[in-house]
């Protein structure tokens, strides 16, 4: 059970696009569409951001997106705004019926 | 509104046990899969375990299996996780978390508790 693979720090300027990306296996990634992304601002509990790889929560932005490709998933944000500033982490279904959890990525805006 | 409570958090000597409770109100608890995840300090998210909406299946990651045991009370809507054989590395703050969707398949824990901050240290 490997945590899912992601960039320690992603940065953008107010308005611009990021994305980070979560890689994964054919173990968790690759075989489900049982992805879903967290953000958590320092101090708070994670905030369900995308789940079942591109589906928004009711009161998410419309600018959170999120998308896959083979093993890799990846988060976009557009327009990006100062309070998207925080750690996010993607987590994934796995062939053990268990979870996985990426290692988390820092979004800073400039 | 959903709202989710974990409490029995505190400190504990290496070898020593722990019973974790996750209060559930403002929905069907009985109706969704539930599930731990903890956060070691200044680390990420770590999920730990998963149990059923009729508390049948359960699955552990493997830095837990054989320690921990998660059930649930579907009469006091509660979710308990019971950690035995504690070790330091198991210091974290601990979260609750309800799935996003009853009965199907989906993938997303959309309601969190606020945490019960477990420590293990002599």
């Known amino acids: 059970q490997s945590a899912l693979t992601q960039p320690a720090s992603v940065s953008g300027s107010p308005g611009q696009s990021i994305a980070i990306s979560c890689t994964g296996t054919?173990?968790?990634?690759?075989?489900?569409?049982?992805i879903s992304w967290y953000q958590q601002h320092p101090g708070k509990a994670p905030k369900l951001m995308i789940h079942?790889?591109?589906n928004r929560p009711s009161g998410v932005s419309d600018r959170f997106s999120g998308s896959k490709s083979g093993n890799t998933a990846s988060l976009t944000i557009s327009g990006l705004q100062a309070e998207d500033e925080a750690d996010y982490y993607c987590?994934?279904?796995?062939?053990?019926?268990?979870?996985?959890f990426g290692g988390g990525t820092k979004v800073t805006v400039l | 509104e959903v709202h989710l409570l974990e409490s029995g958090g505190g400190l504990v000597q290496p070898g020593g046990s722990l019973r974790l409770s996750c209060a559930a109100s403002?929905?069907?608890?009985?109706?969704?899969?539930m599930n731990w995840v903890r956060q070691a300090p200044g680390k990420g998210l770590e999920w730990v375990s998963v149990?059923?909406?009729?508390?049948?299946?359960?699955h552990y990651a493997d830095s837990v299996k054989g320690r921990f045991t998660i059930s649930r009370d579907d009469s006091k809507n509660t979710v308990y996780l019971q950690m035995y054989s504690l070790r330091v590395e198991d210091t974290a703050i601990y979260y609750c978390?309800?799935?996003?969707?009853?009965?199907?398949?989906?993938?997303?824990?959309?309601?969190w508790g606020q945490g019960t901050p477990v420590t293990v240290s002599s």
């Open positions: 987590c994934s279904y796995t062939r053990y019926s268990t979870w996985v």
């Open positions: 978390a309800k799935k996003i969707c009853a009965g199907g398949a989906c993938g997303g824990l959309d309601s």
């Open positions: 054919s173990g968790d990634i690759g075989p489900y569409d049982y």
């Open positions: 149990i059923s909406e009729d508390g049948s299946v359960k």
């Open positions: 079942d790889v591109s």
């Open positions: 403002g929905f069907t608890f009985s109706s969704y899969v």
